[in-house]
């Protein structure tokens, strides 16, 4: 959201900033041409007074040498400020202009020799840009004798000076325009983090609360009222989640636990009733096996509820250490039962874990794996380290599952209609995902190749940041048997 948010917001303060600085250059501009302005029609108006005494007749004739001084005046004029100036007749015609042969741009038709022989003096020219080198700034004053405009006072100036002089009134305003926008960017990414920072606490503490960590709360402070409103909803909503989930899962320990007593009495008065029996009675047989298998139910109803309520005692832990001492408890099974039980990859891997919640879900997935892999197969455990994370990858060359019983795998008491002679409840994986999951794991299944069934178990190699080191006194978790 921030990557959407934030370039809108410095679009907008950009078009805000520049449309408050294009005024003030433009104003910047026409001040310093209005300066110019001023000193050439001050210039102009001193040749005038000059050209009104040039054009006064001489008694008998002739010059008295008042347009010699003129043009003297005009070509030393020229020279010091290389200036091209000249006084004209109403025709056009040159009375004396500086540099020598230099006439009026546009002759009697151009637009400032046309506003002089009206009486006007070129106050507003055409505005002169920085990058309009070619331009030039034509500024004419009429000659005035008895109220009538007599002649034509034209100065014609490089632009050169002028356009320097607004490139330089123009930095200040550039650096602060910059200063302003830079200002307006942290401001926005100030403002944008203190909108969206409950947002992503609010992002953070869902995915907690979806991975099993009921406990993460929203602290509503910072951001806009509405986010701290809908973070204070979000906690009671979280309130009410957790205190359903404690009462499912303590319903589910209490009802498991209470029914475990009256179960082995049953059991035992089953015991003692086939002492009066055939040994061979397959009514017996089959009541006492149903009687085993619903007391499997109760105690993995029991490690679920456990699982799932007790905190994970996480540390750093030798994974593939761990992950060895299971195999070896589990080898004299697999042996039994004609299957081979390996161990490969990495010698010692350090992952962030519960080692007795690990060890559980190994137990439980080893388990799995030698149930459903025939006599003479091989079940392989493999624990391969990665940058951010440790992967134990459990394969075994059984009958594997289908592309829809994947999607099922995991779900409690779910499984899969072609074994359901194998003994089992169904919550075993169920157990798995709950242990891993208190600890920041997870587990995926698929494929193995050419057949048969892979449970991938991925585990953080650090400590998340939000979290430090487990507390040394903690107390392991404990799991029926």
């Known amino acids: 959201m921030r990557s959407r948010l934030l370039p809108l917001l410095i679009i907008l303060i950009a078009g805000v900033v520049v449309a408050l600085g294009i005024p003030l250059a433009i104003s910047e501009a026409a001040r310093e041409q209005q300066r110019v302005v001023v000193d050439r029609i001050d210039d102009t108006a001193r040749f005038a007074s000059l050209a009104q005494y040039v054009t006064d007749p001489v008694p008998g004739g002739g010059d008295d040498g008042k347009l010699a001084t003129l043009r003297q005046e005009l070509e030393r004029y020229h020279e010091v400020y290389g200036i091209r100036a000249g006084v004209f007749l109403r025709d056009g015609t040159p009375l004396a202009a500086a540099p020598s042969g230099w006439e009026a741009p546009g002759g009697a038709a151009g637009r400032e020799f046309s506003e002089a022989l009206a009486g006007r003096r070129s106050h507003h020219p055409g505005q002169v840009w920085p990058w309009e080198t070619d331009e030039r700034l034509i500024v004419a004053s009429p000659v005035i004798r008895d109220g009538d405009v007599i002649a034509v006072v034209v100065t014609d100036s490089p632009t050169g000076p002028l356009r320097s002089r607004i490139v330089h009134g123009w930095l200040p305003l550039a650096a602060g325009e910059a200063a302003a926008m830079l200002l307006a960017v942290a401001a926005a990414f100030r403002l944008t983090g203190w909108v969206l920072r409950p947002v992503r606490d609010l992002d953070k503490a869902a995915h907690d609360i979806a991975t099993g960590r009921l406990t993460s709360r929203v602290a509503p402070a910072g951001g806009p009222p509405e986010l701290r409103h809908l973070a204070r909803s979000f906690n009671e909503m979280a309130d009410h989640v957790e205190q359903v989930l404690e009462q499912q899962r303590a319903f589910v320990a209490d009802a498991s636990h209470q029914l475990r007593n009256p179960l082995a009495a049953l059991l035992l008065r089953i015991d003692l009733l086939g002492l009066e029996l055939p040994e061979d009675s397959e009514e017996f047989a089959s009541v006492r096996a149903e009687g085993k298998r619903l007391a499997r139910v109760l105690d993995d109803l029991l490690d679920l509820a456990l699982a799932e309520h007790s905190p994970a005692d996480l540390r750093v832990t030798d994974v593939a250490a761990l992950a060895a001492e299971r195999i070896d408890a589990w080898r004299p099974v697999a042996e039994q039962r004609g299957i081979s039980l390996t161990r490969d990859g990495a010698a010692a891997v350090t992952g962030w874990a519960d080692p007795v919640g690990l060890s559980s879900a190994l137990d439980a997935v ?102 430090g080191p487990a507390a040394p006194g903690a107390a392991p978790r404990p799991l029926t048997t």
């Open 366 to 467: 080893i388990d799995n794996a030698l149930k459903f892999t025939p006599r003479g197969g091989h079940v392989t455990v493999t624990v391969t380290p990665g940058r951010d994370e440790v992967t134990v990858v459990t394969a075994d060359d059984g009958p594997g599952l289908d592309d829809e019983e994947l999607t099922r795998i995991g779900s409690r008491f779910w499984r899969s209609g072609r074994h359901q002679n194998v003994a089992g409840s169904g919550l075993g994986l169920s157990i798995v995902s709950a242990l891993l999951a208190a600890g920041g794991a997870r587990v995926r299944y698929a494929h193995n190749e050419p057949h048969g069934l892979r449970v991938i178990i991925t585990l953080p190699r650090d400590a998340p940041e939000d979290q």
